[in-house]
């Protein structure tokens, strides 16, 4: 997915920032950054308030390799 499809994606809600990142893009309300596309996947932060939402939607949070061992990101 490109910046032009993300500012689509949100087009309906708010208008967003994206900029280049991690071979992916960061999505930004201001300087807030909320969201992750990789892969053209749209991953969105979540918190201790919000993971049971996104659980309960059948989503899972990213998992990334660090010094061998999973880690699952806030992102969702």
Same mark, same amino acid.
């Given at each position: 997915?490109? *910046? =032009? !499809?993300?500012?689509?994606?949100?087009?309906?809600?708010?208008?967003?920032?994206?900029?280049?990142?991690? @071979?992916?893009?960061?999505?930004?309300?201001?300087?807030?950054?909320?969201?992750?596309? *990789? =892969? !053209?996947?749209?991953?969105?932060?979540?918190?201790?308030?919000?993971?049971?939402?996104?659980?309960?939607? @059948?989503?899972?949070?990213?998992?990334?390799?660090?010094?061998?061992?999973?880690?699952?990101?806030?992102?969702?």
């Amino acid at each position: 997915m490109d *910046a =032009d !499809g993300i500012r689509e994606v949100f087009s309906g809600i708010m208008p967003v920032r994206v900029r280049r990142m991690f @071979g992916g893009h960061g999505v930004y309300d201001g300087d807030i950054m909320f969201g992750l596309e *990789a =892969d !053209g996947e749209l991953y969105l932060k979540a918190d201790a308030l919000t993971e049971d939402r996104f659980a309960a939607a @059948g989503s899972s949070p990213v998992v990334y390799s660090r010094g061998g061992k999973p880690f699952a990101s806030s992102y969702w």
